[in-house]
């Protein structure tokens, strides 16, 4: 394993961000839309920056940017509502092209949750005068790109790689509300709101691993 620093990394979340990575390698998919066509977690790579810790595992990566000491009240929110952008063009794509019935439900349920969070977000950020980004972050906006290039085929693709995108997806979201819930110094409300928004965001992501793939609806 190679593992280049900037700052320290923390020894758990560097062990989080590997565990989905090889997650996502063994499925076969990566989360931003790549397909190695690899098995076998043998090439390991960390690497550490400013900008946060990044696991890949036979090319399958997993971003973490949201380590304690370097996510701000900025970052947060320009992360945060990317996130919901993504999850709710994610899941509008899910509901017009997946083939797996429950992934059509867990998309339907996606794009309930996330509307709510973002009209929650809304006027915290306001109030604390930071401004919502007007487009997804373009890790975010890559990944939609790759889920419309996979609807264009009819082998089972698009709910494949839905599928690997929210698992990371939600992995990386945990992380993000984990950290600035844990901010004293935090704008008045934003620290609150990600506490709560936290355990919504970890019960997304248990549900889709409980999920087993259904059969295509008629």
């Known amino acids: 394993m190679t593992t280049t620093p900037h700052r320290p990394a923390p020894k758990a979340r560097i062990a989080l961000l590997l565990a989905s990575a090889f997650t996502l390698a063994a499925c076969g998919g990566t989360s931003d839309g790549s397909d ?7 090439d390991v ?12 595992v036979n090319g399958v990566t997993t971003t973490d ?23 709710i063009e994610s899941s509008r794509l899910a509901l017009q092209h997946s083939r797996d019935v429950g992934l059509r439900a867990f ?32 890790r975010h906006a890559q990944q939609i790109e790759a889920l419309q290039a996979a609807s264009q085929s009819n082998d089972g693709s698009f709910d494949r790689l839905y599928r690997q995108q929210q698992l990371a997806a939600h992995t990386e979201a945990a992380n993000l509300h ?26 997304h992501r248990t549900m889709l691993a409980d999920m087993p793939e259904t059969a295509p609806a008629a």
């Open 36 to 42: 190695p066509n690899r098995t076998g977690a043998t």
């Open 45 to 56: 790579d960390v690497t550490t920056t400013d900008a946060g810790t990044t696991a890949t």
């Open 65 to 87: 940017t949201t380590a304690d000491a370097a996510i701000t009240p900025a970052t947060y929110v320009t992360n945060a509502a990317s996130g919901d952008k993504y999850e």
């Open 107 to 138: 998309a339907q349920q996606m794009i309930i949750d996330h509307e709510a969070t973002t009209a929650q977000l809304t006027p915290i950020a306001s109030a604390a005068q930071l401004p919502l980004p007007t487009d997804m972050i373009p």
């Open 178 to 203: 984990r950290a600035m819930s844990n901010r004293s110094d935090a704008p008045d409300g934003l620290s609150t709101f990600a506490r709560e928004t936290l355990p919504k965001v970890e019960s």
